[in-house]
């Protein structure tokens, strides 16, 4: 059985910061890069960051230097520390394989910035 499930999301003003966790079951997670990926209304869903099993990690540009994905000991888990957040951050985040084929996306979770 394959799950991902995301949560730590919430509503943050400009400038806040939020961390968002992943549970993601399933052995193939564990030896492959994962990835936080994000839906703002009305667009495509794009990756974010991402991060190896030898815990090298990318980022978009956009939030490059103010978001840090890491992985958990175990690297079943993920985790996306959001700083210096803006309102065009908002969006629903997900997590899933961050290369090769994904599998079934989760529920999300809603993170939203606003004053």
């Known amino acids: 059985q394959v799950q991902l499930v995301e949560s730590g999301g919430g509503l943050v003003q400009p400038g806040g910061s939020l961390r968002l966790s992943c549970k993601a079951s399933g052995s193939i997670f564990s030896i492959s890069t994962m990835g936080w990926y994000r839906q703002a209304p009305g667009k495509q869903r794009e990756l974010v960051a991402s991060?190896?099993?030898?815990?090298?990690?990318n980022y978009q540009d956009s939030v490059k230097g103010r978001f840090t994905i890491s992985r958990g000991n175990g690297m079943n888990t993920v985790y996306l520390q959001m700083n210096s957040l803006k309102s065009e951050d908002t969006a629903v985040y997900y997590c899933?394989?961050?290369?090769?084929?994904?599998?079934?996306w989760g529920q999300g979770t809603q993170v939203t910035v606003s004053s």
């Open positions: 991060i190896t099993t030898a815990l090298s990690t």
């Open positions: 899933n394989r961050g290369t090769g084929v994904l599998r079934p």
